[in-house]
């Protein structure tokens, strides 16, 4: 015997010595309480199309907090250390190459939505 049969075996002899449990009842099928149909273990056909709109409407919901959210919290304030930039000015006549492009979304307040390259990404997401 298999440990499976072995273990059905087990039971169906533990639940006989309690009592109640006969042989022939433990091989029938359930029957229906108070005119109701007998439950079955048949799971019904999903609908892709609904389950796919079911969970992208609710990402939206879950995500849209997350793109609003602020992520500097002394944006705005005389503590906050975003608000400096650092610019580096070459010699050869290029353009200067700062940090307040990245920092000022951060230091107005703003969330990812507002950064440079995560922003366009970000808009992709539903919410």
Same mark, same amino acid.
């Given at each position: 015997?298999?440990?499976? $049969? $072995?273990?059905? *075996? ?13 042989? %022939? ?5 359930? @029957? ?7 439950? &079955? &273990?048949?799971? %019904?056909? $999903?609908? !892709? %199309? %609904? !389950? #796919? ?5 609710? /990402? ?8 609003? /959210?602020? #992520?500097?919290?002394? @944006? ?5 250390? =975003?608000?400096?930039?650092? @610019? ?14 990245? &920092? ?19 808009? *992709? =997401?539903?919410?």
């Amino acid at each position: 015997m298999t440990r499976k $049969t $072995t273990g059905a *075996v087990a039971a169906l002899g533990a639940a006989m010595l309690l009592g109640g449990v006969t042989a %022939q009842a433990a091989h029938a099928e359930p @029957a229906a309480l108070d005119g109701l149909p007998a439950p &079955t &273990t048949h799971l %019904q056909n $999903t609908d !892709a %199309q %609904q !389950a #796919l709109t079911g969970t992208t409407s609710a /990402l939206g919901y879950a995500v849209a907090p997350v793109k609003e /959210l602020r #992520l500097d919290p002394w @944006a705005g304030s005389g503590a906050d250390v =975003l608000n400096n930039g650092v @610019a580096v000015v070459p010699d050869n006549g290029v353009a200067p190459v700062g940090t307040a492009p990245l &920092t000022s979304p951060l230091s107005g307040g703003g969330g990812p939505k507002d950064l440079p390259l995560a922003g366009p990404l970000l808009g *992709v =997401l539903p919410g």
